[in-house]
């Protein structure tokens, strides 16, 4: 594995799943894996999980990191190529790429979507040029239209706490004030596909996915009918993909309640965090003995954690 840019790009699906959960039970087992190295995490947008849990997953792998918010602290970036930069990017990917490979031995990126050209974002332009110009591996660290550390942490959580082979698992749109990117709907969609399950999205009328990413799974534009005898619930807002970026629905039909919950066959309740209380989901909700959230931020650690062990193995 050259880059992990979407889940696609690891050797094994189920390996890797299998690794981050023996790292999950032996975190120190590799500790001398990544001694010498660095980690270098660029962040284009905020984060608190992401940021905190690639960190700790390189540390355990003996990495040293180094983080580096570019949306305030780094010159702006030009990714075009050709252009005269009489503007206000000042320094080129070109450099701006080969300049970080000489500091670090891996590189990881969060660069969101901006939901206002869907084509640009689709072009995945921020992580596809460092991939290009840059020495070193690239890992995404939730970019357009993916999240894979997401949902691999996802897979090994269902992994735990599946008790059947076949779960229903339902992906179902919440409510949000703020027009949120697909990412994580589409590296979940894309992470079931390697799962034995019944999985099923719901979602509002106008809210479906990308057609390319979620093939032929069900979408159910009635969430109560979606819930019912679900294993798992995981909720989830995104804009509109049609009209993209845009917000079409303001009211709380959709929220995730425990009357809704009680359509499930007791199912597990999951988010990728951060959640809006009493927005996406009630307190009772989130409150609930049944919600998985704290443990899928837990793993995300060794989510991450599977990921550079691979790309180290692989350099
Ligand atoms: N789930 C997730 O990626 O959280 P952060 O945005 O806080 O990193």
């Known amino acids: ?9 690891l050797p094994n699906f189920h390996k890797t799943v299998d690794l981050a959960k023996s790292l999950k039970e032996n975190p120190y ?11 270098g995490l660029l962040f284009f947008n905020p984060s608190l999980r992401t940021r905190l849990s690639t960190q700790k997953a390189a540390q355990l792998l003996g990495f040293s990191t180094i983080v580096m918010n570019f949306s305030n602290e780094a010159w702006a970036l030009e990714f075009e190529d050709g252009t005269q930069m009489r503007g206000i990017r000042s320094e080129h990917i070109k450099e701006a790429a080969a300049v970080v490979s000489q500091y670090c031995d891996m590189v990881a ?20 040029r460092f991939a290009k110009y840059a020495k070193i591996p690239v890992i995404n660290m939730e970019s357009a239209t993916g999240h894979p550390l997401q949902a691999l942490a996802d897979a090994l959580t269902l992994k735990e706490h599946k008790t059947k082979y076949r779960p229903k698992v339902v992906l ?19 992470m079931m596909s390697f799962q034995e399950a019944d999985y099923f999205i719901s979602n509002p009328e106008g809210y479906d996915l990308d057609k ?23 909720a989830k807002n995104w804009c509109s993909y049609e009209r993209y970026g845009q917000i079409l629905r303001t ?10 919950m009680s359509l499930t066959k007791n199912a597990k309740f999951m ?3 951060p959640i809006r209380r009493n927005i996406v989901a009630s307190d009772d909700v989130l409150d609930n003995s049944n919600s998985l959230v704290i443990e899928q931020a837990n793993n995300r650690t060794f989510a991450a954690q599977a990921v550079l062990k691979i790309l180290l193995d692989h350099a």
């Open 29 to 39: 087992s590799q500790e001398a894996l990544g001694k010498r190295k660095t980690l």
């Open 271 to 273: 988010h990728c965090l």
């Open 172 to 190: 179902t749109w919440a409510p949000h004030p703020k027009a949120l990117p697909h990412a994580v709907a589409n590296s979940f969609s894309k």
């Open 109 to 128: 990126i969060r660069a969101f979507a901006s939901l206002v050209n869907k084509e640009n974002d689709e072009a995945e332009i921020v992580l596809k």
């Open 1 to 9: 594995m050259k880059h992990f840019i979407t889940l696609n790009d």
């Open 251 to 260: 009211d709380n039909e959709w929220i995730i309640t425990k009357e809704k």
């Open 212 to 234: 390319r990413i979620t093939k032929n799974i069900p979408v159910i534009h009635n969430q109560s009918e979606a819930l019912q005898n679900a294993d798992f619930v995981y």
